[in-house]
């Protein structure tokens, strides 16, 4: 499920930044970027979400400014740069060729040129008034999940109306056509068999089986069944793991209506399914949304 939230906010010494964003995903994969990340704040976290979030690529960005304009230390790598120097004469040398390099180039190569911050060891203060903060910006990340939960649910439930409607119409025309069917089976083989002597006892055996095989009521019960399990489990929103439930019932969904379409031959039917199917489709990339 996507979300974003972000705050700067500023200490005695230090300007701080933190931003918090995710992408959808089926499992949990949270990274920490940004020039203020450490084991320290990484497991301050950590600490702040793990009851909240299950699902999902989210990215943290910590970024810390010191002011005090003290505890910068500049660096230059001179053996680096002398290297790099030589190199290049030697290459004008050799191909004579007027190649030069502006400074600015020059402190864009890796590891010539880089920014360093001492003293950035946390007090228990700031520890404190940094955690509150990150709490409120997280508070604010999963308000903005919510609000995108709300609108999956409703298309979820949109989908599951048409699924629903669907179901109620495929159940009514099987129910029709396991009559037709028995009546068919039982007069081909009255047909085939009008030379033998054969118990009519058996034939309607034999004629039950045959349809009891295209029979789809058990599928058409579980699909509603299914279906009703999906609606209460949106309305509760109680499970910390609704998402991978979710997804398992979605599965269910789609195994039970490919077992349908492949027990009937009625094309009528079929045009029902193809709905069906398409809206269980719907809902499984939602789900892979919900948290």
């Known amino acids: 499920m996507t979300g974003f939230a972000q705050g700067r906010f500023s200490l005695e010494k230090l300007s701080i930044g933190i931003t918090i964003k995710s992408l959808n995903h089926r499992f949990l994969d949270i990274s920490f970027k940004g020039s203020g990340t450490s084991q320290e704040i990484e497991k301050m976290v950590?600490?702040?979400?793990?009851?909240?979030?299950?699902?999902?690529?989210?990215?943290?960005?910590?970024?810390?400014?010191n002011l005090d304009q003290n505890s910068w230390d500049i660096q230059f790598n001179d053996y680096l740069l002398s290297n790099i120097l030589d190199k290049v004469l030697h290459f004008k040398k050799k191909y004579k060729s007027e190649l030069s390099l502006s400074l600015d180039s020059l402190l864009k190569i890796p590891m010539v040129f880089h920014l360093e911050q001492t003293g950035n060891d946390l007090s228990e203060k700031e520890r404190s008034v940094i955690e509150k903060k990150i709490k409120k910006i997280f508070h604010e990340f999963i308000k903005s999940r919510?609000?995108?939960?709300?609108?999956?649910?409703?298309?979820?439930?949109?989908?599951?109306?048409?699924?629903?409607?669907n179901v109620a119409i495929v159940q009514k025309k099987t129910a029709d056509i396991e009559s037709k069917l028995f009546q068919k089976y039982r007069d081909k083989m009255k047909k085939f068999l009008t030379d033998i002597d054969i118990d009519d006892k058996r034939v309607l055996q034999e004629a039950a089986i045959l349809a009891e095989k295209s029979c789809v009521t058990e599928e058409v019960n579980r699909l509603m069944t299914h279906s009703g399990r999906i609606r209460n489990m949106i309305k509760k929103k109680k499970s910390d793991l609704l998402g991978k439930e979710l997804d398992f019932l979605t599965q269910e969904l789609l195994r039970e209506i490919s077992t349908i379409s492949a027990k009937t031959n009625s094309m009528d039917i079929h045009e029902n399914i193809i709905m069906i199917r398409r809206e269980i489709e719907k809902i499984k990339q939602q789900v892979q949304n919900v948290e």
């Open 146 to 165: 919510e609000e995108e939960g709300g609108e999956i649910s409703k298309s979820i439930v949109s989908s599951l109306e048409i699924l629903d409607k």
């Open 46 to 65: 950590k600490e702040i979400i793990k009851d909240d979030l299950h699902r999902g690529k989210v990215e943290i960005v910590v970024d810390f400014f």
